[in-house]
T-cell receptor, first 111, second 110 residues
Framework: GENVEQHPSTLSVQEGDSAVIKCTYS??????FPWYKQELGKRPQLIIDIRSNVGEKKDQRIAVTLNKTAKHFSLHITETQPEDSAVYFC??????????WGAGTKLIIKP | SQTIHQWPATLVQPVGSPLSLECTVE??????LYWYRQAAGRGLQLLFY??????ISSEVPQNLSASRPQDRQFILSSKKLLLSDSGFYLC?????????FGSGTRLTVV
């Protein structure tokens, strides 16, 4: 079955710098890759997603890139701000049903 | 778009006591539904999923059970809680863009 690995487990960046979180997946049939942000004590919320027919998607300071050949996808956050501090989860699925989750990355934005 | 109602928000229960957490969904019919648990500082562990009324699949052996008595109702239960059952329980439903999560129940077993 599908396996998703996420790195790093913790990422600390200076406010204003960029942050990159990477995920790899094992099932080449996976075609949907969302990213979720979970603030402390809150539910995970979708921040951006990408489907396998595109290589990159951007939404303001957030972008996701997908490399189907290498089976990896990445979340890029530019001009980081204190409110970006949270745990970020990647996931993959072959349909829009059962997502297979990465273990999460705790992003710390240093003032 | 769908909305998930989950309650209670917090719960403190003694070891050995029973548990019942409820999740209801609005805005969709015949949804797939999921129960996740998140230990403190950890990732999302899938506990159960259901594709329809009375259909439950268990992902992890444990002392928890789930039921789906109605199309939009998903219940997580236990007859006797363990300390290790403490965590943040989330109900989820897939939509056009990923999953929608309920607001979660923080369970502390003491």
């Amino acid at each position: 079955g599908e396996n998703v690995e996420q790195h790093p487990s913790t990422l600390s960046v200076q406010e204003g710098d960029s942050a990159v979180i990477k995920c790899t997946y094992s099932d080449s049939a996976s075609n949907y890759f969302p990213w979720y942000k979970q603030e402390l004590g809150k539910r995970p919320q979708l921040i951006i997603d990408i489907r396998s027919n595109v290589g990159e998607k951007k939404d303001q300071r957030i972008a996701v890139t997908l490399n189907k050949t290498a089976k990896h996808f990445s979340l890029h956050i530019t001009e980081t701000q204190p409110e970006d501090s949270a745990v970020y989860f990647c996931a993959a699925s072959k349909s829009n049903y059962q997502l297979i989750w990465g273990a999460g990355t705790k992003l710390i934005i240093k003032p | 778009s769908q909305t998930i109602h989950q309650w209670p928000a917090t719960l403190v229960q003694p070891v050995g006591s029973p548990l019942s957490l409820e999740c209801t969904v609005e805005g969709t019919s015949n949804p797939n539904l999921y129960w996740y648990r998140q230990a403190a500082g950890r990732g999302l562990q899938l506990l159960f999923y259901s594709v329809g009324i009375g259909q439950i699949s268990s992902e992890v052996p444990q002392n928890l059970s789930a039921s789906r008595p109605q199309d939009r109702q998903f219940i997580l239960s236990s007859k006797k809680l363990l300390l290790s059952d403490s965590g943040f329980y989330l109900c989820a439903c897939p939509g056009d863009h990923g999953y929608t999560f309920g607001s979660g129940t923080r369970l502390t077993v003491v």
